[in-house]
């Protein structure tokens, strides 16, 4: 029987939302030339989150998109049936862009090096960087958040869940045993 | 719910939740065919060998261009050009292909069965890119992507299918996958050109005349007289068939004021289509090839972790 531990309650998550939105503003002196890019599924929805509370500091919209990295992972000869693939949709150009990749959690890296080179075959953006929700550790790639919500040391053995509502609002993040 | 099957063959064999993945999968893809970088890296290393016992260049060009895509390596064989001319077996061919370790071989031949065959006898993968009279899953999915994004669903859709039943894989595939997917299809075509007990396959309605079929149709699929093979000995002539079962703008008015007119190529222009129609806003004929590119590189992707059907 697994066993859950409450790491980030909902007043949690949109504190760290919006004090991740503070330093993005504060790292790249506001939103000029700045798109999010959320990396499905939970990644879209925390994305979609920061932006708003971005816009709501700002009071400019700051556009969204979501890329799927299904098509680029490394791991594919490991599963016996193939993933289920989703839809990258980015309604902007990211050349020039300085783009800010979003995802829920930070595991081995492997994740955020498959969505890089998912953005690079879109466009030469300036610049990315990563922010999370929750850096979990283990990378195996050298790989490191430039936001995070929380750091959790974890065993390779626990999980890191973050859940969403029915409107994909975060409502907690937990720890499983 | 993942794809299971190693080899892509028949949509009889297909559940609604297989047929289901293969469209959404193709859906998805499609944003891949739009970029200025089509090119993805999931197949890197995989070698794809498109096997042609028969001519086709549209086909073939799609499930090349599908493999490249997704960064397979495509080799085409076709038979003209291969030890076929010299008297080789499909099974001895088979072995000697199988001999360089290709991933997938997609292949077209004239003899409906002949890709069951094949599977049986292949480690690798086998897609069936048409086979003799029997089935055409390709175009079939293509076919169902393209109704699906026009109307956002398959069930409850009446599909109009005219021409040549009895010897139209891509009737045969399209019969098989509509009706799985809850469609109603609607036959119409010369008694000679109609295979009898055509009814039992599914929800499927055989109609006398091609009005019947096409009245309040929300797709009209016109299949190609196959001048190269039948056509001459079941028809009187080209212009009585074009007569009764060719679409003209007066007959596609009595579809519903939304429908699509569909085509699986090449098009005979004034015996199953008029040229106007072949033109027309409702014609959905280019929109079925682009689907073609993204429905074969979800089936070239899904095969890749399937196992052997017992």
Redesign the interface.
């Known amino acids: 029987m697994a066993e859950n531990t409450v790491i980030l309650d909902g007043t949690g998550v949109k504190r760290a939302l919006t004090r991740i939105a503070h330093e993005v503003l504060e790292k790249n002196k506001g939103v000029e030339g700045l798109v999010l890019v959320g990396i499905r599924t939970g990644g879209v929805h925390l994305a979609q989150e920061l932006g708003t509370r971005l816009s709501e500091i700002e009071g400019v919209e700051v556009p969204v998109g979501a890329v799927d990295i299904t098509m680029y992972r490394d791991d594919i000869k490991g599963h016996h049936e193939h993933l289920p693939v989703g839809k990258t949709e980015l309604p902007f150009s990211v050349e020039g862009k300085k783009v800010v990749l979003v995802d829920d959690v930070l595991f081995t890296g492997r994740t955020i090096r498959a969505a890089m080179d998912a953005i690079f075959d879109q466009g030469r953006p300036s610049c990315i960087q990563l922010a999370v929700l929750v850096d979990r550790g283990h990378r195996d790639l050298p790989i490191r958040a430039d936001f995070v919500g929380r750091n959790v040391p974890t065993s390779r053995s626990e999980n890191i869940m973050v859940a969403f509502d029915a409107d994909n609002k975060p409502t907690e993040v937990i720890l499983q045993k | ?4 099957h190693k080899d892509i063959i028949a949509l009889k064999d297909l559940t609604k939740e297989e047929i289901e ?1 293969l469209l ?2 193709a ?3 499609s ?2 065919n739009q ?3 089509k ?4 197949l890197r290393g995989k070698t794809v060998i498109n096997l042609f016992y028969e001519a086709s260049t549209r086909t073939r060009t799609s499930f090349e261009i599908a493999a490249k895509r ?1 960064s397979a390596d495509a080799v085409n064989i076709t038979a003209s050009t291969s030890s076929v001319v010299k008297g080789e077996t499909l099974s001895d061919t088979a072995a000697n292909i199988l001999a360089m370790k290709p991933d997938i071989i997609v292949m077209r031949h004239s003899v409906s069965g002949a890709h069951e065959y094949l599977a049986k006898r292949v480690s690798c993968s086998v897609i069936n890119a048409g086979d003799g009279a029997h089935e055409h899953p390709s175009q079939g999915l293509l076919d169902m992507l393209t109704m699906r994004q026009k109307f956002g669903k398959l069930a409850g859709l009446k599909v109009a299918i005219v021409g040549d039943i009895t010897h139209s894989r891509v009737a045969r595939s399209n019969i098989y996958g509509l009706t799985t997917m809850g469609a109603q299809v609607f036959l119409a075509g010369p008694p000679t050109m109609m295979p009898p007990g055509v009814e039992r396959l599914g929800n499927v309605t055989v109609c006398k005349d091609m009005r019947e079929a096409v009245d309040q149709a929300d797709v009209v699929m016109m299949l190609r007289i196959q001048l190269e093979r039948q056509g001459k000995t079941l028809l009187p002539s080209m212009r009585e068939y074009s007569r009764y079962f060719g679409l003209n703008p007066a007959v596609l008015a009595l579809a519903k004021k939304d429908a699509i007119v569909m085509h699986p190529g090449p098009i005979n222009r004034g015996v199953e289509l008029a040229s106007s129609v072949a033109d027309c806003d409702q014609s959905a004929i280019l929109k079925q090839v682009e689907n073609g590119v993204a429905v074969r590189m ?1 089936m070239l ?2 095969v ?4 052997p059907v017992e």
Do not use: Q, S
């Open positions: 719910m993942g794809f299971r993945l959404d999968t859906d998805n893809l944003e891949i970029r200025d970088i090119k993805v890296p999931t997704l979800a992707y899904h890749c972790g399937g196992e």
